[in-house]
């Protein structure tokens, strides 16, 4: 699967799959923010950034 994604420019690290169940509310507040910090870490995607013309 990384190297998919790879190919279709989304950089490792800004994917990530958990499973929670719908009883899982605290889970899923703890997994949203742990996403959240480190997709924000890698800042923007260099794959998708325009370059001023």
Known sequence: MKELMEHMGIEPGRLQFS???SAESTKFVDVVK???EKVKALGPNKNFVKEAS
């Open 19 to 21: 499973w929670i169940s």
């Open 34 to 36: 742990d996403v959240t």
